[in-house]
């Protein structure tokens, strides 16, 4: 079973920047489909960004142009740039897994599909 583990969350102004990473214990590259979800307080978890098997992504409408996920050379960590950050792009950001080559597919923002999950890293983003 893959871990993973979140890290470069914090508190920037609108506008600024930030960069996550996400270490799995493992390859992630063309093995995992690798998903970066969020989840706001009294809000459903919802996806963000994802990379499939294949190295293809995709993103939500509402961060797309801003945030960018992928993978370094060594495979082992998903990183999301966040560019451009608004108040509402707020709460906590999990990357997610999905077992051992099972790919993104269309429902890849569906939390439900996916087994592995890191302990997640707060993005809080002032007006």
């Known amino acids: 079973q893959v871990q993973l583990v979140e890290s470069g969350g914090g508190s920037v102004q609108a506008g600024g920047s930030l960069r996550l990473s996400c270490a799995a214990s493992?390859?992630?590259?063309?093995?995992?489909?690798m998903v970066w979800f969020r989840q706001a307080p009294g809000k459903e978890r919802e996806g963000v960004a994802a990379?499939?098997?294949?190295?293809?992504?995709s993103y939500a409408d509402s961060v797309k142009g801003r945030f960018t996920i992928s993978q370094d050379n060594a495979k082992t960590t998903l990183t999301l740039k966040m560019n451009n950050l608004k108040p509402e792009d707020t709460g906590m950001y999990y990357c997610?897994?999905?077992?051992?080559?099972?790919?993104?597919?269309?429902?890849?923002?569906?939390?439900?599909?996916?087994?592995?999950w890191g302990q997640g890293t707060q993005v809080t983003v002032s007006s």
């Open positions: 997610a897994a999905r077992p051992r080559f099972s790919s993104c597919g269309s429902r890849w923002a569906l939390p439900e599909f996916y087994s592995y």
């Open positions: 493992e390859k992630i590259y063309s093995t995992y489909c």
């Open positions: 990379i499939d098997t294949d190295g293809s992504t």
